[in-house]
């Protein structure tokens, strides 16, 4: 690991101040951080410790939620009003990582998580995402968990997280504060396809801090569900998983809210599924059209091309089961 | 650990304990130094750095682009298993390197050191966490347990009790990882049959594949 010098940040403010020289960035629960620094895929020479910020609370707002960018993965999941206004999100904090895992990464540090793309975890290879320009490796590798949707011809790097593709169903937005001042930013704008510029993920600009997000109140009726598959049974990241959230009108859906994890270059939201579900009786029938029209994009690469029937099935039975009565 | 300069690590901080002090050893010294070290017990960059005050608070420079490229070592306070412990050591130095090479804490193992396989568990404030994905200097003011602090009164923990007692081991490598697991789940979320047991013991992996024992050895505590 290479060297780097270390501070400690008191308030928001603090922080963004102290992050502004070239190389310094923010450290939170350190699960990515680190785990890449140690590869020397991430080289800060400055961090900035933000675990003393007072943004570890979970709050109502109005009939929506508030959580701070420092709320742990595991208090998030175990929150009751998050289990009891959006099972989704709980469900899908549990099944990624591990406890102590969950006890270390954060709300804000999640929504960053970089991707396990082995090629990008190798310095030893090329990578557009870690070094612009350079190629990228996976193209033609071994790419068996790599993206099908939303790739580019310069990186088809999957995103790994479990937390944001619920949150992508969701709809949170995001809140952040820079130099020149707050913003928020819907979670559906907040990541860039990786197109000729892998290296830039999201929209943060340099030295904006992630402060809190807020999730909508829950529609009443909406009941959600986030579905994993992967090579284990735990302590493994997605193949492909999905995020919903439907409203029911008898066996009518009213409307529909779906994510996908495991299959995109960011979190994946579906509107064309949501369109296809919208309006239509829940049934088989009709799931699978959903499904069909969700990975309707998909391109599959030499080892991935299970992934498009894995996740249409993922889709169907995440559907089959948060429709049933 | 790279073939091509077998005596040589190949770049600086490529080493295993990640200190600027055993990157710039070659094997072949480092290996002499263990020797010197076991011989001698004297304060090497192994051991205990000992009761340093803590003299100054560490401030980075505003221009980090022209700041030289060793930031040096910091002093760094850690609360662990009651016991307030000063060290100087650099920022970069892992929780677990630091209870290791600088504490002589040897109980919690070094696996992975990627967060994979929980050989590392210690508790801080009381939840357990992966030591190796974070800073010592990061817990300065935290309660830090290891399996050391455990045992209370000459008492085993009932957790390392139910390990001896239910064979959950077989070479004990990821086993105090195991226990601080295990110790930290009774106080956690976790449902009641073995399936959760399991899912809450998966952060921590087991190459003997001890699993079932150390299932009933968490069983046994819980009542279940």
């Known amino acids: ?325 | 650990m790279k073939e091509d300069s077998p005596d040589e690590p190949a770049k600086s901080g490529k080493s295993d304990s990640s200190t600027k002090s055993a990157s710039q050893l070659s094997r072949r010294t480092f290996l002499g130094n263990i020797a010197t070290v076991g011989i001698a017990t004297t304060a090497g960059p192994l051991l205990q750095v000992g009761e340093l005050e803590a003299q100054q608070v560490h401030q980075p420079t505003t221009d980090v682009a022209e700041a030289p490229t060793s930031a040096g070592t910091v002093p760094v306070s850690l609360k662990i298993n009651g016991q307030t412990k000063n060290l100087q050591i650099e920022p970069r130095v892992t929780l677990l390197d630091a209870l290791r090479e600088h504490l002589s804490l040897f109980g919690t193992k070094k696996g992975c050191d990627h967060g994979q396989c929980g050989a590392c568990t210690v508790h801080v404030n009381g939840r357990r966490v992966n030591s190796c994905l974070t800073f010592a200097i990061m817990h300065q003011g935290d309660e830090i347990t290891t399996v050391e602090g455990l045992a209370k009164n000459g008492e085993l923990h009932p957790i390392q009790a139910a390990f001896l007692e239910h064979d959950a081991f077989q070479c004990g490598y990821c086993t105090s990882g195991q226990i601080m697991s295990a110790v930290a789940l009774l106080k956690e979320p976790c449902g009641k049959d073995d399936d959760a047991i399991r899912e809450c013991m998966s952060g921590n992996i087991c190459r003997c594949g001890a699993y079932m024992n150390i299932v009933a050895a968490v069983r046994s505590v819980r009542g279940a």
């Open chain 1, 1 to 325: 690991m290479y060297e780097f010098q270390y501070t400690k940040a008191g308030d928001v403010g603090q922080a963004v101040a102290s992050v502004s020289p070239t190389g310094a960035k923010f450290v939170a629960g350190g699960t990515t951080l680190i785990d890449l620094m140690k590869l020397e895929v991430e080289r800060p020479k400055l961090l900035v410790d933000i675990n003393g910020l007072p943004l570890d609370r979970i709050e109502s707002e109005g009939d929506g939620l508030k959580i701070g960018a420092m709320v742990r993965n595991s208090d998030l999941a175990h929150d009751e009003k998050v289990q009891q206004m959006y099972p989704v999100l709980s469900q899908a904090l549990l099944s990624g990582a591990s406890p102590q895992l969950r006890n270390m990464a954060t709300t804000g540090g999640n929504l960053l998580q970089r991707t396990r793309c082995y090629y990008f975890r190798d310095v030893n290879y090329p990578c557009n995402k870690r070094t612009p320009g350079s190629g990228c490796s996976a193209m033609d590798g071994f790419n068996r968990i790599h993206a099908v949707l939303g790739t580019s011809a310069h990186c088809i790097a999957t995103h790994p997280s479990d937390m944001c593709v619920a949150m992508m169903a969701l709809g949170a937005t995001i809140f952040v504060t820079g130099s020149k001042g707050e913003r928020s930013i819907p979670i559906t704008k907040f990541y860039l396809l990786p197109g000729s510029t892998p290296d830039r993920e999201n929209v943060l600009a340099p030295g904006e801090i992630i402060t809190h997000v807020t999730l909508s109140p829950p529609a009443q009726n909406a009941k959600s569900h986030y579905l994993k598959r992967r090579d284990r049974a735990s302590y493994e990241f997605a193949l492909a998983s999905a995020a919903v959230i439907v409203e029911l009108d008898g066996r009518k859906i009213r409307k529909a809210q779906v994510a996908m994890g495991g299959v995109g270059t960011i979190p994946w939201r579906s509107p064309e599924a949501e369109h296809e579900l919208a309006g239509t009786e829940a049934s088989e029938r009709n799931f699978q059209k959903a499904a069909e029209a969700a990975l309707r994009g998909a391109k599959a690469h030499k080892d991935n091309g299970f992934k498009i029937e894995l996740a249409k099935r993922t889709l169907v039975r995440a559907l089959q089961t948060v429709t049933q009565a």
